[in-house]
């Protein structure tokens, strides 16, 4: 069963400052990597995809990737307490379909104003 | 507006009515897929459909039906409702397979 794991939150932070979210894997052939933020009793939001090894950024936002050691991890710099919301990295299965996402529990993020 | 449309968004039900829940999209997205949500346990694939007449079991399909007689269309029907899936769904769909996916806003449901 290919898995993914979140880094233990919650995780608060002060306006302002870079908050930092990791996700590592079990799958050694994955190739694509997401990720979603949720906001409470809200529905998921795709806000990152990243492929290749190394940094996208996309505004106030970084994905990281190194699939050597499978790991993902997404920073938000300048956090607003509107970037408030659990932020999930699911793992994209790399088997036949292509189609099967298996997410993780998610990191709550909290910024305080 | 593009967008992924699930009705209802809140049901309360008993212990054996069968029940369904649709969900549309308007982007002419070939792949849709089925998620549950509890808390603890984050989100689950229940089923999902590459195109028109294939659809494929997730990590939790038991208890649950699919069909995709249209490309737009992908409701789930609950045959015989248990108190074990009170949970909140979502509907998602994308274009590519790759992992892209629109999700709709939920459909809560609470089985007596």
């Known amino acids: 069963q290919k898995e993914v794991e979140q880094n233990s939150g919650p995780l608060s932070v002060p306006e302002g400052a870079i908050a930092s979210l990791n996700c590592t894997y079990s799958d050694r052939g994955s190739q694509s990597f997401f990720w979603y933020r949720q906001y409470s009793g809200k529905s998921p939001e795709l806000i990152m995809s990243i492929y290749s090894n190394g940094d996208k950024e996309d505004g106030r936002f970084t994905a990281q990737l190194n699939k050597a050691s499978q790991y993902v991890s997404l920073l938000i710099r300048d956090s607003q307490p509107s970037d408030s919301a659990t932020y999930l990295c699911p793992l994209l299965n790399s088997g036949g379909s292509n189609y099967k996402l298996t997410f993780g529990k998610g990191t709550l993020l909290t910024v305080n104003p | 507006e593009a967008q992924v449309t699930q009705n209802p968004r809140y049901l309360i039900t008993v212990t054996g009515k069968k029940l369904t829940v649709t969900c549309s999209q308007n982007?002419?997205?070939?792949?849709m897929s089925w998620y549950r949500q509890d808390p603890g346990l984050g989100l689950r694939q229940i089923y999902y459909?590459?195109?028109?007449?294939?659809?494929d079991k997730g990590d939790v399909p038991e208890g649950y039906k699919v069909s995709r007689k249209e490309k737009r269309n992908f409701p789930l029907i609950l045959e015989s409702p248990s108190p074990n899936q009170t949970s909140l769904y979502f509907c998602a769909s994308s274009s590519t397979g790759r992992g892209e996916q629109y999700f709709g806003p939920g459909t809560r449901l609470t089985v007596t």
């Open positions: 982007m002419n997205h070939e792949y």
């Open positions: 459909s590459m195109n028109v007449e294939v659809t």
